[in-house]
C-alpha cells in the first residue's frame, strides 16, 4: 500500500490507493470532506506540496501544478469518485478515552453529603447608654436578654455603645443595668 498522511489542525488523515479501502484505526471519507481536507491542505502548505503529495500516490501526472486550490481539488476529484476510485482519504479515528470518574463521583458524593440550607437571617441590636446632660457613660455595665432568651452581658465602651450581633431571631431585647439598679431604687425609695 502506498499511503501519504497528512495533518490538519490536529487531525491526522492518510491518502493512499483506492484499493486500501479499510485500515484499521481510520475511516473513510466521503467526497464532499475529501475535497475540504485537500482544499485546506493547499491553502496551508502550497500548491506544489499538494501536487508532490499526489504524486506520491501515483494520481498526479502533470509536471506543473494547477493554479490555484480549487483547480487543484477539481483535478484531483474524479480520482476519489466512484466506487472503485483511484484514490482514498482516510481520517485516523481517535480510541475513546475511558475517564475515571471516581473523583467527580466522590465530589458528587460530598455535595450531597453537605448541608446546603440557607444560613438564617442575623439581627443585632445597640444601645448607647448616656447622662441626663448627654455626656456617654463608658464602661458600664449592661445585660441584653435576647428574643431567643440567652442572656448577653457586657459594658460601653468609650462612646457608651454596646452592640450585640448573630441573633437568630428578630424581636424585642429585655436591657438591665446591674450595677445602677441599686442606685436608683435608692434613689426611688428616699424620694418616695
Sequence with gaps: MLAHTIAIDGG???LARGSTTRL?????LGLAETRWVLRDHALRNG???LAELCRTVGAWRSPHPPGDADDCVD????????????????RRVRPAIELDMS???DAVDLASAMD????PELHWVEITFHD???NPLADAQVEIERPDGVTHEGR?????????SDISMAGECKVSFPELEPWVRQRLGASA
Design 12 to 14: 491526522e488523515y492518510l
Design 24 to 28: 484499521p484505526g481510520y475511516t473513510r
Design 47 to 49: 500548491l506544489p506540496a
Design 75 to 90: 483535478l484531483l476529484a474524479p480520482r476519489f469518485e466512484g466506487g472503485d476510485p483511484e484514490l482514498v482519504l482516510l
Design 103 to 105: 473523583e467527580v463521583e
Design 116 to 119: 446546603l440550607t440557607p444560613e
Design 132 to 134: 441626663a446632660d448627654g
Design 156 to 164: 460601653t465602651n468609650g462612646a457608651g455603645v454596646l452592640r450585640v
